[in-house]
């Protein structure tokens, strides 16, 4: 009995392995529309003046429409966050962004035949960005996202639980540009979809994925996205039915007016400028509302008014 329970299990095991391996041999292509990477970008060394705003930022990329160029069809990258000083020994400082990013990029088009991605950004020949057939002991490209010429090598390939699927993973080491880090198949570098493939005193980090409104990295769920600055780029404006706030800008109390239509519900969120609440939800009772934001640092915020089914967005400076 104990040897059949024995080999029952390693049947099993075999069969899990297979399946997992027959999945990483599909190829995951790159998505190229309703896609968002998330990335926060981290600096360790000291910068000039003049580049301070270009030391720290925290950013999303997200796909605009297509593009002919040269004859072939590219996707339009659009890059929108923000960017914060360096603050010497301290680090990023994330108090309050000294510059506010909504710019276009460059364009991604992928190769299926040959499994490999390219970038464009403001020349006439495209590069490298990902190539996804890649062997152990493979030197990465140099291109857009990696300007190291050290031994920058293919230094195992392995598989990645993402959503309900595996990928294939390529985990590569940088010789002297930093740690070890990886690409995956249909996502790009855990650095970032256009940051340097290597980090060592300063690098980027991919916080999350998300494609049709569906977190797959690093963590999956069937609901929501990982969309954390939407609130902060796309201000939705009321003409027929506005809300007042006042005063704005403002340092303690902030008072919000509703309109005075039948509302049955109506719901206050405040968000930074990256997409993060700010303060609990706010279930308002009355046409008039008052918010405490005197705990809040300074900087500029987003209201979110759900009334019923319609939402509202409204800027707000606290001083």
């Known amino acids: 009995m104990k040897k059949i329970l024995t080999n029952l299990i390693l049947v099993a095991a075999f069969l899990y392995g297979m399946n997992a391996d027959g999945q ?22 000291m910068v000039t003046t003049s580049t301070l705003c270009f030391s720290c930022y925290k950013c ?15 996707h339009k990258i659009m890059k929108t966050g923000s960017d914060y000083n360096y603050d010497g020994n ?20 992928e190769d299926l035949i040959t499994r490999k991605v390219y970038f464009i950004n403001g020349s006439i020949t495209d590069t490298i960005l990902y190539d996804f057939t890649l062997n152990v002991g493979d030197t990465l490209h140099v291109g857009f996202n990696n300007h190291c010429f050290y031994n920058d090598t293919i230094s195992s390939i392995d598989s990645v639980l993402i959503g309900t699927h ?11 540009c930093g740690m070890p880090s990886s690409i995956i198949e249909g996502i790009g570098s855990t650095h970032g979809l256009l940051e340097e493939l290597y980090s060592f005193e300063s690098g980027g980090d991919l916080i999350c994925f998300s494609q049709n409104d569906t977190t797959y990295y690093p963590n999956y769920n069937t609901s929501g996205n990982c969309d954390l600055i939407t609130v902060g780029i796309n201000e939705i404006l009321n003409k027929e039915d506005p809300i007042s706030i006042f005063p704005n800008p403002a340092t303690d109390l902030l008072t919000i007016s509703l309109p005075a239509t039948n509302i049955k519900s109506c719901i206050l969120n405040l968000y930074d400028m990256l997409g993060e609440k700010m303060l609990p939800t706010h279930t308002l009772n009355l046409k008039l509302e008052t918010l405490n934001i005197s ?12 009334m019923d089914n319609e939402k509202v967005v409204r800027k707000v400076v606290k001083m």
């Open 166 to 176: 595996y990928r294939k993973r390529w985990n590569y080491n940088i010789g002297g």
């Open 24 to 45: 990483t041999n599909v190829y995951h292509p790159f998505p190229f529309s309703n896609a968002t990477w998330r990335v926060d970008f981290f600096t360790g060394a």
């Open 90 to 109: 301290l680090g990023c400082n994330f108090n309050m962004p000294t510059c506010i990013e909504n710019q276009y990029m460059g364009a991604l088009r």
């Open 60 to 74: 999303q990329y997200q796909i605009s429409g297509d593009t002919i160029i040269g004859g072939c069809n590219y």
């Open 295 to 306: 705990s809040l640092p300074q900087g500029i915020y987003f209201l979110e008014v759900m």
